[in-house]
């Protein structure tokens, strides 16, 4: 380790200076005040951990959206209310967006007053609505979800910070009157390790995370957070099969957000953009192949559903604030 | 097919040209990533993944592989030479392979952590294709409370092993646990926290500003303000800086005169490897940690020890093969380079889980075989580059600094395009050099930063498995060995300190009597 002991003192203060005036001037450029989008990379924020459905499907369409932009598109995991941060804050200038869950990020402004606010969001429209499912682990012995309603012992729930599985789980404890404990986990694979582990003894993610392992027997499915039924585990009750249709609203978006304030015609261009990208037959053939839902929807087409989840959530707030305040 | 029995398809596979291209091409890749302090492997992952998409997933896993077992080769380079990490589990490398790079032993050194690198990363794969049924139970004994005992194990530990006072190592640990804590956080919905109503400390500090500003940034202010404090010119050996050929490949053999402190580090850092979110950034420091209280000659760590050395790189490379194991095993990512992995399988449309290991043996195999022949390449690429790397010593430690300065900053800006990101790296590696003009180990502060977060998190995580019920931490065998061989370390060093107070305390002064 450098100790100092045997070095005399002898500053260097001009070619110190020099070296960071010039270390600036390397990384500092200027910015035009109006320059023409797309003008150089373009930043994706993913405010999720790395190796989620949220980070394989940005990364799978990065490419195809590079090619329509005509400029690199970098994708960067910032996970949790950072990431989301430095979306709300970057530049309107097109040049930063990022892929958000409404949903979570709503429910965070309930909660807690973060410093940036979703709603004044530019929100561009959603690569697609997944749906979750939530699973039991085999160390809890719970093989329906008939058996938590009216439960007296808590349950404990994995998450990963405020996201749609936590509320989406909030909002089905509240309903069928089970009493949850959240487990925070720091990433989903450690949420996965959780579950296989006992740890927790109900779990929610995207459909595809679980399959392998309900097959392998370490996971129990329990209910398909959707209104319908998903084909990829046929057998697993929807909200509609257990009473509860009306939660089929508080579905996950992955949804594509930039700073407030982008002006009118940059927005339009990367709508553009994402809507050639998501009908672009590469595109399509990664989604078949990864098993992701298609359902994407951009511009005014999105923005009823943006507009619904700000009003239905809420209604609900006394629910959140005291399972999350617990 | 058994996993086992396609091994003749994975070795059919690695000896043909486009993986062997693609595991070259990761290799060099990881490698010179690893050269430049700053660039994490991650960084190198994310630039390359989208370039992967029309390969053959066979050869993408060779391409993968060879990045990531060639990248901690690379950092070892700057840490060694310079005292500077390449990557952030090369830190504890600088422990002891600065030193020896001091007294004119780069090449040795090099050589010391090429040998050691591959006997690590070999001792790991074979561990981990032999013992995968035995390795599964084993990892599911580790939980958040055991890890939480692992975590606080080795800080008190390391905050003992650490050089000079142990006040002042406890501070430096102390004050990397609470820059850790800046930002979002907390037990279950993240709240701001040291954040004093800016948005930029929301962000909290990343690890490659703290890795970066206090470890490479400091020490290129050292050679800007001292003019001095560059290795390999010995007066007392006469041994001229530049690469020596014989000093390496005697030094590659050298770990095999260390056969225990080999053993032990790479079973530690398999086990580390295997478990989910903690990584060779932890394992460096637990392996040295093990290395100094095991070792006969203690007393040379730190100051230029082989075994030091040897300890500090074998974990390193021998956790790759462990981080296969949740990823094969579970579908799991044992780090963060292996959740890009899964990431590109879940858009090669394959599914991670726990059949994966029979289902795509062939691309477990190129990920074993590749980490394995990466080694080899990185060795020689060690060899192509140090020739040049280790004459550095002879251009002015002023234009060193210097240019150490300007690196750092163009890479931190790669990580979040963000200027006050290479500010706080500049503000960082001045505290970091005030830090050590008080003999503050900066080292120390990077061990609280690692660890104390995964301690918090893992506290949290642990409580609310057990309903609130500290009993938690205590509820298993493993916690509950974890948890004495804490206590003992705590309380050794307390006995210490005592020992040492008690031996400076003056002599008392007997009062005279006037009558004689």
């Given amino acids: ?326 | 097919m058994d996993f086992l029995q396609q091994l003749p398809v994975g070795l059919d596979q690695l000896f043909s040209l486009k993986p062997l291209i693609g595991l070259l091409f990761g290799a060099a890749y990881g490698f010179l990533f690893g050269l430049v302090p700053g660039l994490q492997p991650i960084t190198a992952l994310a630039v390359i993944l989208p370039f992967t998409f029309n390969m053959d997933p066979v050869v993408a896993m060779y391409v993968f592989a060879g990045l990531i077992g060639a990248n901690g080769r690379g950092g070892c380079i700057p840490a060694i030479v310079l005292g500077i990490p390449g990557t952030a589990q090369n830190a504890a490398t600088v422990f002891d392979g600065y030193p020896m790079s001091q007294r004119g032993e780069a090449s040795r050194a090099l050589g010391i952590a090429s040998g050691t690198a591959m006997l690590g990363a070999t001792f790991s794969l074979v561990v981990l294709v032999l013992f995968i049924p035995v390795f599964v139970p084993f990892l599911l004994n580790f939980g958040p409370a055991e890890l939480f005992w692992v975590m606080t194990f080795g800080l008190v530990a390391m905050s003992a092993a650490l050089p000079g006072p142990f006040l002042k190592a406890l501070f430096a640990v102390t004050l990397g646990m609470v820059l850790a804590a800046i930002g979002y956080g907390g037990p279950a919905v993240a709240v701001p926290r040291f954040t004093f109503g800016s948005s930029y400390l929301l962000d909290g500090i990343d690890l490659v500003v703290i890795i970066s500003g206090l470890l490479v940034v400091s020490q290129a202010f050292v050679y800007l303000f001292e003019r001095s404090g560059m290795p390999s010119r010995s007066v007392a050996t006469g041994v001229k800086a530049g690469m020596q050929w014989r000093a390496f490949f005697a030094g590659c053999y050298e770990p095999l005169k260390y056969p225990g402190a080999v053993i032990r580090s790479s079973i530690l850092g398999t086990i580390v490897g295997t478990v989910p979110g903690v990584g060779g950034k932890v394992a460096q420091f637990l392996s040295y940690n093990l290395g100094y209280a095991t070792s006969r000659e203690r007393e040379k760590f730190g100051h230029g020890s082989t075994e030091g050395l040897i300890t500090a790189e074998a974990a390193v490379d021998a956790k790759e093969g462990g981080m296969l194991l949740p990823t094969f095993v579970f579908g799991i990512p044992g780090n963060g380079e292996m959740a890009f992995v899964l990431a590109a399988w879940t858009i090669y449309g394959l599914q991670p889980g726990p059949l994966f290991l029979n289902e795509h043996a062939d691309l477990a195999w190129a990920l074993i075989l590749g980490l394995f022949v990466a080694n080899v390449f990185a060795t020689i690429l060690t060899l192509g580059c140090a020739s040049f790397v280790t004459r550095i010593p002879n251009v002015r430690p002023e234009y060193i600094g210097l240019t150490i300065i300007l690196v750092s900053a163009v890479a931190t800006m790669v990580i979040r395009s963000n200027v006050w990101d290479v500010a706080l790296v500049l503000i960082t590696g001045l505290f970091g050099y005030l830090l050590l003009l008080a003999r503050i180990s900066v080292i120390g502060v990077v061990i609280g930063f690692v660890l104390g977060d995964l301690m918090e998190s893992n506290f949290y995580t642990a409580l609310q498995t057990g309903f609130g019920d500290y009993r938690i931490f205590v509820s298993s065998s493993v916690s509950i060995v974890l948890a004495v061989a804490t206590v003992l370390v705590i309380a050794a060093v307390i006995v210490r300190a005592i020992r040492r107070m008690s031996k400076m305390a003056p002599d008392v002064v007997q009062p005279t009597s006037t009558f004689g």
């Fill in chain 1, 1 to 326: 380790m450098t100790t100092l002991q045997d070095h005399r003192w002898t500053p260097t203060i001009q070619g110190c200076s020099a070296a960071l005036l010039f270390a600036l001037a390397a990384i500092w450029s200027p910015t035009a005040a109006f320059a023409q989008f797309p003008n150089g990379p373009v930043r994706w924020i993913l405010p999720e951990p790395t190796g989620g459905n949220f980070d394989a499907l940005a990364r799978g369409i990065a490419p195809v959206l590079a090619k329509n932009l005509k400029v690199p598109v970098v994708v960067q995991n910032i996970p949790g209310p950072e990431g989301v941060n430095q979306v709300y804050r970057a530049k309107p200038d097109g040049q930063t967006i990022g892929m958000l869950d409404p949903m979570g990020e709503l429910a965070r402004e309930i909660v807690m007053k973060p410093d940036f606010n979703v709603h004044e969001m530019t929100w561009l429209g959603r690569i697609n609505a997944g749906t979750n499912l939530v699973v039991a682990s085999k160390k809890s012995g719970i093989t329906s979800f008939d058996e938590l309603k009216g439960r007296k012992t808590p349950v404990r729930i994995g998450i990963f910070g405020l996201s749609s599985p936590f509320v989406q789980l909030i909002m089905l404890s509240s309903a069928a009157k089970f009493p949850i404990v959240p487990v925070n986990y720091r990433t989903i694979g450690e949420l996965i390790f959780g579950h296989v582990r006992g740890d927790t003894d109900l779990s929610s993610l995207g459909v595809n995370a679980w399959l392998k392992h309900i097959e392998a027997g370490n996971a129990v499915p329990i209910l398909m957070v959707g209104a319908e039924r998903d084909a990829r585990s046929p057998n697993t009750p929807s909200l509609n099969d257990v009473g509860l249709g009306q939660y089929g609203i508080f579905t996950i978006h992955r949804a594509v957000s930039a700073p407030p304030g982008v002006p009118a015609d940059v927005r339009d261009k990367l709508v553009a953009a994402f809507r050639a990208t998501m009908t672009d037959p590469t595109t399509i053939a990664f989604l078949e192949r990864a098993k992701f839902e298609s359902n994407s929807l951009w511009g005014s087409d999105f923005d009823p559903i943006a507009k619904g989840l700000g009003a239905a959530l809420p209604e609900h707030a006394d629910v959140l604030k005291q399972a999350v305040t617990q």
